[in-house]
Every structure is written in C-alpha cells, then in structure tokens.
C-alpha cells in the first residue's frame, strides 16, 4: 500500500531549468522574437502564490518572485497560459517551437497545443520542435558550467573513496547506498544522479540492477554505479573493487584489462572524434583483452 498524502520531490526538466534556473513545478517558459533575432521578449508562466498550499508544501514565487528571480520580461499565472496563447499568437500566423518530441508535462502539453492550433481562428499550421537545436546549445558549456560539472565529480570521486573504506564482508548492498548518498550530500551535492546501482558478486551482471538488497560476500566483487547532481549538473561513475580488500589473481587479471582500456579510450578522446568512434574502440579493445585473457 502507497502512502496517500506522500510528496515525492519534485525535480525540474533540464531544458527549463538551463533557460532559467527556475526550480519551481508547473512553470513554461516562452520566449517571443521581437523584431528579428535576438531581440526577443522573456515570458514565464508559474504557479500563483497560494497562502494554504505554501503552508503544506513551502513557499513559492508566484509571478511578481519569478521575474525577479529569473529576470525574465514578464511573468503571469499558470492559468493564464492557454488564454494568452489563443488572445495574442494563434490568429497571427507566428512559427511555433516546441518540445514535441518528448512531451514532459501532459497539461500543459495539451493546453499549448490546442490553443495554437485548435482554436477556431488559428493560423497556425505547423508546430517546429527545438530540442536539437536547444541541445546544440547546451553541448557547449560555459566556465560556470565547467566548474559546477567538475564539483559534481570531485564530490563523487570523494564519496567512492569513502566507500570503498567503508567495504566489507556481511555488509548490505543499501548499506553502501547510504555510505555514498550521505557523504555526497554532506559536500553539498543536493541529490543522487539516478538511483545506485550496487552490484555484489553475480549482480553485477544485471545492467540495471537497483535493487540493493542483497549481502556482500567474502571473496566477490561489488560494482557500484553511481553520482550526483550539483546545482543541476552530475556526475555518474562506475567503479569495481574487492569485498575484502583484495583482488583475487583472476580478479586482479580482468580488472587490469579493463583499467588498460579505459586509459586508452581516455587517451583517444579529443576534438574530431565521436561516442560511436570511441565506443566500438573500447569494444574492440575489450574483445583483444578477453582472448588474451582467455
């Protein structure tokens, strides 16, 4: 049985949060070419401020806090969305973007496009979808950026290093969980990158294995796949080590292999060259490594 008054924290869609770094939930973002680019107008529509919820769920910003915050041109009710929408854009034939590949929020989705493209007078005929050139965008990162990417994987490299002290025989996989999650948030990480995987012995050749649940065992090895998110960058690594402290002869033979690999799929990566370049080496190189191995 589920919890019926249980609130599950809310975390923001990265598009949004990237144009604004605003972390509130039920908040669109819609920016208007004014004149020819780039003179555009900023418009952020947000939850109204409401006395009863804010006591349940804390405070929110309301349109007046949001434009201060994000700096954005204007910002009004959530519930005004769709008005606005149909009033001023759908009747004057404006060449609409939108996120339709991959819809976030069924609402909103709902209440956009029907009033660009329902409403009895629209003359739009046709929504564009921005992702790709949104993501093209982000792919290149700021010294601000840098910066908060290379924090989230200092507090990680941190938190594996502790738990790697923290290994042992009869302890739990979530127990390890804990040991990771709890020093990540105490240097300031503000949550997990997904949820851990921590993988003893056999498990650990489940892909997605999450469940954590099982004891660790003399003599196995446990893979952990981990990170976390710093100011709304992350940070996700892989790491593989000896329940007790020490590899055994084949243990030590594979991990090696793998170690040679990484390093010289780390050498490999420079400008020019791309994931799949780089990912059918290491598939290679790993197939080269087995048969010696073997």
């Known amino acids: 049985m589920g919890c019926r008054v249980c609130r599950y924290r ?10 604004t770094g605003f972390q509130e939930p039920d908040a669109v973002l819609l920016l208007e070419s004014t004149g020819g680019l780039p003179e555009h107008k900023s418009i952020l529509y947000v939850r109204p401020r409401d006395p009863h919820r804010e006591l349940w769920d804390g405070p929110r910003a309301g349109p007046d806090g949001a434009a201060a915050f994000t700096g954005v041109t204007e910002a009004y009710n959530i519930d005004e969305l769709g008005a606005h929408l149909e009033q001023k854009y759908s009747k004057m034939g404006f060449s609409v973007w939108y996120c339709t590949e991959e819809y976030v929020h069924p609402d909103h989705d709902d209440v956009i496009i029907n009033s660009l ?4 007078h629209s003359h739009i005929d046709n929504v564009h979808t921005y992702t790709q050139l949104l993501h093209k965008l982000r792919l290149v990162k700021s010294p601000a950026e840098l910066n908060l990417m290379r924090k989230a994987g200092q507090i990680a490299a941190s938190a594996f290093r502790e738990t790697m002290h923290s290994t042992r025989p009869d302890v739990m ?37 999450i469940a954590n649940n099982r004891e660790l065992r003399a003599g196995d ?30 243990q ?5 292999a793998v170690l040679r690999v990484k390093q010289a799929s780390i050498k490999a990566s420079r400008p020019g060259v791309t994931l799949n370049q780089l990912n059918r080496s290491a598939a290679n190189m790993i197939s080269s490594e087995l048969q010696g191995i073997a």
Not at 117 to 120: F, G, M, V, Y
Not at 221 to 250: K, M
């Open 252 to 256: 030590r033979e594979l991990y090696e």
């Open 221 to 250: 090895l446990v893979l952990f796949d981990a990170g976390c998110e710093y100011h709304g960058y992350v940070s996700d690594v892989t790491r593989t080590w000896p329940v007790s402290g020490q590899f055994t002869a084949g």
């Open 10 to 19: 809310f975390h923001q869609g990265t598009d949004l949060l990237y144009m």
């Open 117 to 120: 493209t329902n409403s009895p």
């Open 173 to 209: 996989e979530y127990q390890l969980e804990s040991v990771f999650e709890h020093h990540c948030k105490m240097k300031g990480a503000q949550t997990l990158s997904f949820p851990p995987v921590v993988a003893g012995g056999s498990r650990a050749n489940c892909l997605h294995y």
